[in-house]
């Protein structure tokens, strides 16, 4: 089956500094990846739609300058967290579609992000 | 906004016991997909149901997508530690890329 890799799985870093997080389709081509995030005992909150060779697509509220998202290939999504501040600590959720981008594929997602900022 | 509730947010049973969880969308959708999400792990893709009072099963898991295209149940018979997780239903309104997420339902299973 289609297998997303996302790493790191755990990163803890100092307010200020900035985070990158990889996110990979091992097996399959991603036109379309898309970046979550969750909350303790929440749902998943799409942030962002990554779009290869284009640039990504976010949901209302998220900030595109803080939350960087490069696709730059068919295989590899990052999000990068810039100034990162307690508030940003979270599980950082990267998925992606199996069959190539048809809108009703099943997602498969990668082992998420915790990230915790200091 | 599109909005899909799930219910009931939280369920403590007995193993053995049966459950079910549903949900039920502000608008038409074009498919339901349901996930599994283990404590500290990721979202793990279930099934997906695309027809109209479609009904499908997976070993002890049964699934339905209502008449209407706006509802969904996913049932477990005798419940089994295994089971635990939070049960998210996902769903697409027209062909729009984007899924609309449920609140998802919490199961603890009581050995």
């Known amino acids: 089956g289609a297998v997303v890799s996302q790493h790191p799985s755990r990163v803890i870093c100092k307010s200020g500094t900035s985070v990158k997080i990889e996110c990979r389709s091992l097996?399959?081509?991603?036109?379309?990846m898309f970046w979550y995030r969750q909350f303790p005992k929440k749902s998943l909150m799409l942030m962002a739609t990554?779009?290869?060779?284009?640039?990504?697509?976010?949901e209302q509220g998220v900030e595109k300058d803080k939350f960087l998202i490069n696709h730059a290939s068919l295989t590899l999504s990052t999000l990068t967290v810039t100034s990162a501040h307690p508030e940003d600590s979270s599980f950082y959720i990267c998925?992606?579609?199996?069959?190539?981008?048809?809108?009703?594929?099943?997602?498969?997602f990668g082992n998420g992000t915790r990230l915790t900022v200091t | 906004g599109q909005q899909v509730m799930q219910i009931p947010q939280y369920q403590h049973v007995q193993e053995g016991e049966d459950f079910t969880t549903y949900c039920n969308s502000s608008?038409?959708?074009?498919?339901i997909q349901w996930y599994k999400q283990r404590p500290g792990g990721h979202p793990v893709f279930l099934i997906q149901?695309?027809?109209s009072g479609e009904v499908k099963k997976q070993k002890r898991l049964t699934f339905q997508f209502g008449e209407a295209k706006k509802n969904s149940s996913l049932h477990i018979t005798a419940t089994q530690t295994t089971d635990v997780g939070t049960y998210f239903c996902?769903?697409?309104?027209?062909?729009?890329?984007?899924?609309?997420w449920g609140l998802g339902t919490s199961l603890a299973v009581n050995p």
């Open positions: 998925s992606a579609s199996g069959t190539g981008g048809s809108y009703n594929s099943p997602l498969h």
């Open positions: 097996d399959f081509q991603a036109t379309t």
């Open positions: 990554s779009n290869e060779g284009s640039k990504a697509t976010y």
């Open positions: 608008t038409t959708l074009s498919n």
């Open positions: 149901l695309v027809k």
């Open positions: 996902a769903g697409n309104a027209g062909n729009n890329r984007k899924l609309i």
